[in-house]
């Protein structure tokens, strides 16, 4: 299936718009604040429009994860190509674009949240211009990955993400902005480089003939890499069971765990929530977190079916850790925005519960989690952000009785506090329930074990919105004013979302059923063929 505008792949539009809104806003001149801002939002906004033609277009049917020909709205075209008749060998490297059910709802969802982040960034006046630069080139970074179906160039878009996020953490953050930032770029860095690593070992382990030469060459299709018949007899990663495929997964686990993020991995994410614009927050939360497990689905488990089923169980308590730990961490907070980002720890623990149960239940439920998380989260960090912009602080026991004062804000609230709870009626429950139950089948009393973090998620939420939201007011806070249209503008389509998805969450499901299925059925069949034979 393909999709073009004015002859150019849809998928490219929707990647490469936000450089072209980057190159206009730095053409413009520094003091025209208001064309910035209206020129970047225009900008995300038409993303939005094309990530919502490309959902209506989306074949519901068509499974996808292995399967070229099964891949959607696909634009390859060979990008690199190098002759050589050395030992090294000739290096072909294409421009390989294409969704599946997997990463269908993770552009869509991109796409939304990089514009909601733009409308939040309206109060930003320091550098203006270089702000929304970066934002625009983070978010072409973001949506490059859950596009790329060639290694490297999801190796480049993995990158691309990190220096802007870099500096605008760095630059616009909070007092210890320069340490969070440090911080999340080394974190970061060192899982790009084992993802680097094992990037290499397979693309020197897998060869394709080239239909135009018929010569044999070594790729980065990420497709071919899930074909066992690919890898050279004889290549490092060409042995079943071998140590050293066991090796690379850990490689790639760990350079995905570190973005999720997974305990012991977590410590860069609530110094970078707590020092980062609000914005900036939402975005970490909303997508970044996402790009770790979706790295696991689309890289991970298909490429090493072999090693990801004997990992399971290490994965899925991993996966209870993060729910028990970040629960219990954000139940002792006092800083309203770092007891939203222990929430995520734990929230993504679900996500990684459900996948690592390797059946359509759980892999349902996990990546729906994926979606609902990052909606649900950004709202949270949005009213986090309303509340800091006319107060100056995140101090949860310095308020009470705001929703006498802010009724509006206190509503949009309670949507997104209860959605979080996984209230049934919003969207977070049926994928809560769908991990769940997934990993009730696998792992039973690890799940039972897990779903304690349910109570313990109930007990922060309710306790915050007490000590917010009841009682009474301080006189400190009597000025405060509820929130304004342009707050409302970024918070009621993620509302409307979470709302409708709780009530009919077909209109997602239906979009990864078929990939779902298809990716447990082939990393279980594969995970004990003979790679190389």
Not at 339 to 353: P, T
Not at 440 to 446: G, N, P, S, Y
Not at 470 to 478: A, D, H, Q, S, V
Not at 505 to 525: E, G, I, K, Y
Request: hydrophobic share 55%; charged share 10%.
């Amino acid at each position: 299936m393909e999709l073009k505008i004015l002859n150019i792949g849809i998928l490219t539009w929707l990647t490469f718009l936000p450089v072209l809104g980057m190159i206009i806003v730095l053409l413009l001149p520094k003091e025209q604040k208001s064309a910035i801002r209206w020129t970047s939002l225009g900008i995300t906004l038409l993303q939005v429009v094309f990530a919502s033609i490309l959902f209506t277009k989306f074949d519901r049917t068509l499974a996808g994860v292995n399967n070229a020909d099964t891949m959607q709205f696909k634009e390859v075209f060979n990008w690199i190509n190098v002759h050589s008749t050395g030992w090294f060998g000739s290096i072909k490297i294409d421009y390989f674009l294409g969704i599946d059910g997997i990463s269908m709802p993770m552009v869509f969802l991109t796409a939304l949240i990089s514009c909601v982040a733009v409308i939040s960034s309206w109060s930003i006046e320091k550098s203006l211009k270089g702000y929304f630069a970066l934002l625009l080139l983070l978010d072409t970074g973001m949506m490059g990955v859950f596009v790329a179906l060639d290694f490297f160039l999801f190796y480049i878009f993995w990158e691309i993400m990190l220096l802007p996020m870099y500096f605008l953490i760095g630059v616009w953050g909070g007092p210890r902005r320069e340490y969070a930032a440090i911080k999340f770029f080394l974190y970061t860095l060192l899982g790009s480089v084992l993802l680097l690593l094992a990037m290499l070992a397979l693309y020197f382990s897998v060869t394709i003939i080239d239909p135009a030469s018929g010569e044999k060459i070594h790729t980065f299709n990420m497709l071919a890499m899930m074909n066992p018949a690919n890898y050279d007899a004889g290549s490092i990663l060409s042995g079943i069971h071998t140590t050293w495929r066991y090796l690379a997964y850990v490689a790639i686990f760990i350079g995905f765990a570190i973005k999720v993020p997974i305990f012991p991995f977590h410590t860069w994410l609530p110094d970078a929530h707590v020092e980062a614009p609000t914005a900036i927050s939402v975005i970490l939360a909303g997508v970044l977190l996402k790009m770790g497990t979706y790295g696991l689905l689309r890289i991970g488990f298909p490429i090493f079916p072999d090693a990801a089923m004997h990992y399971l169980y290490p994965l899925a308590f991993l996966g209870f850790i993060n729910i028990i730990y970040g629960a219990f961490c954000a139940l002792a907070q006092k800083d309203f925005k770092k007891l939203i980002a222990y929430s995520s720890v734990s929230h993504m623990g679900i996500v990684i519960l459900g996948i690592a149960a390797m059946n359509t239940q759980g892999m349902l439920g996990g990546m729906l989690q994926m979606f609902n998380h990052g909606t649900i989260t950004a709202m949270l960090f949005l009213i986090v952000g309303v509340i800091y912009d006319r107060a100056h602080t995140r101090g949860v026991d310095e308020f009470g009785g705001l929703m006498n004062k802010m009724p509006k804000y206190s509503g949009i609230m309670i949507v997104a506090f209860f959605a979080a709870i996984g209230l049934p009626g919003l969207s977070g429950f049926i994928s809560e329930a769908f991990s769940f139950l997934g990993a009730f089948q696998t792992f039973r009393w690890l799940t039972i074990a897990s779903a304690f973090g349910i109570v313990l998620t109930a007990g922060y939420m309710l306790w915050t919105l007490q000590r917010v939201f009841l009682g009474t007011l301080p006189e400190r806070w009597n000025d405060l004013t509820d929130i304004n249209t342009r707050e409302m503008i970024m918070l009621i389509p993620l509302g409307i979302i979470v709302l409708v998805l709780g009530l009919y969450p077909n209109l997602m499901l239906d979009v990864m059923n078929t990939s779902a299925n298809t990716l447990v059925d082939f990393v279980r069949a594969n995970a004990g063929v003979a790679v190389g034979n």
